[in-house]
C-alpha cells in the first residue's frame, strides 16, 4: 500500500543530515533527499526521519 505524504507536510520536513528539502518516492514509499544520498522509510504513514534508520541511494 502506497503512502500518501500532504503537500503542506511535504514542504516543512527537512533532512535531518542535510537540512535540505525531501521528495516524496512514492514508488518505494520513502522521503528522499538527494543532498544527503539518503531515503527516509514511511512506515504506518509515519516518516521515520532518523539518520540510523535511513538507506543510501545511488
Known amino acids: 500500500m502506497s503512502a500518501k505524504i500532504d503537500d503542506w507536510l511535504l514542504e ?7 537540512k535540505a528539502p525531501l521528495r516524496f518516492d512514492a514508488e518505494n514509499d520513502e522521503l528522499v533527499c538527494d543532498e544527503s544520498g539518503l531515503a527516509y ?3 504506518d504513514g509515519i516518516p521515520v526521519l532518523l539518520v540510523d534508520e535511513a538507506r543510501r541511494i545511488g
Open 12 to 18: 516543512i520536513l527537512a533532512c535531518p543530515k542535510s
Open 41 to 43: 522509510p514511511i512506515r
